[in-house]
């Protein structure tokens, strides 16, 4: 059974800082893509941050460029985003997601329950 656990989530101010992190259990962490993804109210789930399976290729979406970053400790099974400089459009719920495992045939995936992130202005 794939677990992903988020936590680091809350209330921050305009121009403030969160680490988001996640914990995955159950499949060989090295082997799958993690990204976090984002959804405000009424839109829909969109990615905000991915990275491969070393650590070394990321993909970041436009409106974070230079504010957020995706880390992982593949010896720990754990992903991170450390989000700076947050703005009040970057509230929402944020996801971690996992998709693998390489090489294979068929691509799993998997998404953690979420954790809110809200800036207020």
């Known amino acids: 059974q794939v677990q992903l656990v988020e936590s680091g989530g809350g209330l921050v101010q305009v121009g403030g800082s969160l680490r988001l992190s996640c914990v995955v259990s159950g499949h060989t962490f090295s082997n799958y893509v993690m990204g976090w993804y984002s959804q405000a109210p009424g839109k829909e789930r969109d990615a905000v941050a991915t990275?491969?399976?070393?650590?070394?290729?990321?993909y970041y979406v436009d409106s974070v460029k230079g504010r957020f970053t995706i880390s992982r400790d593949n010896a720990k099974n754990t992903v991170h985003l450390q989000m700076n400089s947050l703005k009040a459009e970057d509230t929402a719920i944020y996801y971690c997601?996992?998709?693998?495992?390489?090489?294979?045939?068929?691509?799993?995936?998997?998404w953690g329950q979420g954790t809110q992130v809200t800036v207020s202005s």
């Open positions: 990275i491969d399976w070393s650590g070394m290729s990321t």
């Open positions: 997601n996992a998709m693998g495992p390489r090489g294979a045939l068929t691509i799993d995936t998997y």
